[in-house]
């Protein structure tokens, strides 16, 4: 008998549908979509890491749901590329959304260094700095005025 969650998936799913979110990051489906809601309501589900997500995310309904078994870190990454191209659609499709003609969005943006010998994750980091001994975890919060 296979046991897996499903009624927190399933409520989750519901949740980000209800809020468009699936249609904010691309109009059409795909598998690299799936594969960033699948990591946005792994998020909300079981706060971890990507890499703890691939490897994880099977004991839920959730990759069934979604249609995307047999998701691999890898694929986790190509998703995150794909994401990254699209930023500025997504960004245009937020602020028609939820900005007025004249508001003004300023961004917080904070970075921290972190260092670690053990997660292979650490050397994805970047920094803005060019310090290159250290990795960096940036973080932006938009703030309307």
Known sequence: MDSRNHGDVEAVLLTLRKLGFGGLIASRGS??????VAMVASRILNPESKLAFSRSWENSTLGETLGIE???EDDLYAAMDWLYERQDIIEKKLAKRHLKPGDHVLYDLSSSYFEGQQCPLGKRGYSRDQKKASCRLISARPKTI
């Open 31 to 36: 598998k690299e979509r799936d594969r960033v």
């Open 70 to 72: 047999g998701t691999c």
